[in-house]
């Protein structure tokens, strides 16, 4: 068995929730599903994605925050192209349209990108995953990536993929749950954010600031939060363009 983000060899076992078990890397201490569903399962589960409901559900709240975020990362580069991977219902999109930003939302799941096209006609939504866009020759001056990465199989395509499809100049907006907040319990297995095979990847921050600079991100600064989910903004390392 090998960690999905540092390739390490040694972990213990965690336990088992929903038929799934879950190891710990000894070396970055990263919470992972072994073995990992294969990849047509995992296409499978996110068709008609069981969370979608509530979150188109919640449309007008969630586009308030994400406009307040979206905002603040505007200041960071004076670049105006957008690219939300992972948009679900494509209200980061609309609230990022609506700040003067070329907005674009990416996803897997065609009754999100669906549904989003309906909501928001003046949107550009696409089913397509962020490694097949990064094959393209479109660029992004800030990517935004909320609740994303702890999805995947495989996250060093994927973290490659966010390199090679942000500006020199652009910014990484990313969020994923933190295993290790002072608020989450004793007993990982009673989380709420672990729950396999939806989520199967669960950093720490030293654990995702690895995997980030494995594909040359710097300046990775995490921003303080109260709840246990890691908020982080990085930049492409210059040196490596």
């Known amino acids: 068995m090998e960690c999905p983000t540092c390739h390490n060899t040694e972990s213990s076992l965690v336990g ?76 980061a999109v609309e609230a990022a349209r609506s700040l003067g930003l070329e907005a674009c939302g990416i996803d897997l799941d065609e009754a999100s990108i669906k549904f989003a096209r309906q909501q928001y006609p003046m949107g550009d939504f696409r089913k397509i995953s962020a490694q097949d866009l990064a094959a393209s020759a479109e660029r992004f001056d800030i990517i935004y990536c909320c609740e994303v990465i702890e999805h995947l199989a ?54 995702l600031t690895a995997l980030l600079e494995a594909h040359h991100f710097r300046k990775i600064n995490f921003r303080p939060n109260l709840k246990p989910t890691i908020k982080l903004l990085a930049r492409k390392d210059a040196a490596a363009v």
């Open 16 to 91: 088992s929730k929903n038929g799934h078990k879950l190891h710990r890397c000894a070396n970055c201490s990263l919470l992972h599903v072994h073995p990992m569903p294969a990849a047509d399962e995992l296409l499978r589960y996110y068709q008609d994605y069981h969370k979608t409901p509530q979150y188109t559900r919640k449309l007008k709240s969630k586009q308030r925050r994400a406009k307040k975020r979206i905002w603040s990362l505007k200041r960071l580069t004076k670049g105006s192209k957008f690219l939300d991977v992972g948009c679900n219902a494509g209200f």
């Open 154 to 207: 495989e996250p060093h395509s994927f973290v490659d993929a966010l390199y090679t499809l942000l500006n020199e100049n652009g910014v990484l907006f990313l969020t994923t749950p933190d295993i290790a907040h002072f608020s989450v319990q004793q007993n990982l297995l009673e989380w709420t954010a672990v729950r396999p095979p939806e989520h199967l990847l669960y950093f720490s921050k030293p654990a």
